[in-house]
């Protein structure tokens, strides 16, 4: 069975990306009223293609949970967590982001992806989300940390907490007791 969390744009959001759009259009129109033709001009047009492009195409559209994985679906790429390599799942309140600064990835610019550094850890974190807020951080048993938003992230926490503690019990179950 499949469980389907989809993205919702928040207003925040939408404006950082109409920001972005529209000074690339004034960059553009600046570019071309002060400089006639050339290759700074091709070069420019192409890296605002190019950079829109690379953008568009990372934006988170929905997670999906199967039986077996987590997987977060952008419109190219799939990042996929096993279930059972999850260590923890918890809700994290806008406050607690404060800390988390972009290293390389979209910052508002039709969503919030990427790679973060988290400043109070001095850890790098990804991040796929539409908003800054109803994040749900997904730490793995390598130490990983992926932050996502979703519209429901209570639903998405209660629906991961039993893969921690079936994990937490065959790790225990594992252990041998010490030779007397």
Known sequence: METVYK??????????????????????ALLYL????????AWFTSFVVAVIAL?????PRRIVITEQSVQIRCLLDITELRRDEIASVRRVERGGMKWIVPLFGGCGFFGYYGHYLDLKNFDRVRIYASE???????????????YVSCTDPERLVAQLRPDI???????????RPPRG
Not at 14 to 27: E, G, R, S, V
């Open 34 to 41: 002060l400089y006639e033709g050339g290759y700074l001009s």
């Open 132 to 146: 800054w807020c109803n994040m749900v951080e997904i730490t793995d048993i390598y130490e990983e940390r992926l």
């Open 55 to 59: 953008m568009a195409l990372s934006i």
């Open 165 to 175: 503690r079936a994990h937490r019990d065959r790790e225990t179950a594992t252990k």
């Open 7 to 28: 993205y919702r744009f928040g207003r925040r959001t939408l404006y950082w990306t109409a920001l972005h759009l529209l000074l690339f259009l004034l960059l553009g």
